[in-house]
């Protein structure tokens, strides 16, 4: 009766493994995730700008101003990196030791969790002069990797909408899809006093006026 769960099924499966649990703890620890990507870039001396939006549909953007996922082909894979890193686990720039010298999060497990337990994942890189895009299912990718248009930043964002459930959709992961704005800002206040040289900014488009804090 031994059972081999294939690419991110596993995340589905058991996703306290990876994220703790499937309450608001873990649904704010998606969040997490995403960001200590950011901080990496920033501690890699990259990044110094990061903005997290909690939007009106339920869904979280964040956004850096960073090197950008890297969008060139994965000479193993022979698929597009950022793909890989979001749609494989223990895919990252965190284990030769060439990438990151000092790193945070979960080591290459981080972004294709968040993407398996998101009921659907946008992600645009800003990279030469173009913008990436790609958009995930539960993990799974809705096409390849393609230029939408043209940029003269550099970065990430991701946009993801957690799999909540619910009576219409009993196959969703969380019991809750309702991001705490003062357990966020709290977590983001620490990030900053820890990380040199790096603004973090929350805002919450929900709220009428929306708020916005800056660290």
């Not at 920033?42 to 009106?56: N, P, R």
């Not at 793909?83 to 010298?101: R, S």
Request: glycine content about 12%.
């Amino acid at each position: 009766q031994i059972q081999v769960l294939e690419g991110l099924e596993a995340v589905r499966r058991r996703p306290g493994m990876y994220i703790g649990s499937t309450d608001e703890r873990g649904l704010h620890h998606l969040v997490y995730e995403i960001v200590d990507n950011a901080i990496d870039e920033a501690l890699a001396g990259y990044c110094d700008d990061i903005l997290v939006t909690l939007h009106q549909d339920g869904s979280v953007s964040v956004r850096d101003n960073g090197r950008g996922f890297p969008v060139g082909i994965h000479p193993k894979v022979g698929r597009p990196a950022v793909e890989v890193c979001l749609t494989m686990l223990h895919a990252g720039g965190k284990f030769g030791g060439e990438g990151y010298k000092v790193a945070g999060g979960l080591h290459g497990v981080g972004a294709s969790v968040v993407n398996a337990l998101s009921r659907h994942l946008q992600v645009n890189v800003y990279q030469n002069g173009k913008i990436y895009q790609q958009e995930y299912d539960r993990g799974t990718a809705l096409y390849d990797l393609k230029i939408v248009g043209d940029t003269d930043r550099t970065g990430t964002t991701i946009v993801f909408w957690p799999d909540v459930r619910s009576e219409e959709d009993p196959d969703g992961i969380f019991e809750t899809g309702d991001f705490n704005f003062a357990t966020l800002k709290t977590r983001f206040r620490e990030m900053a006093f820890l990380n040199k040289g790096v603004r973090i900014t929350l805002v919450d488009e929900r709220e009428d006026p929306k708020l916005e804090r800056t660290y």
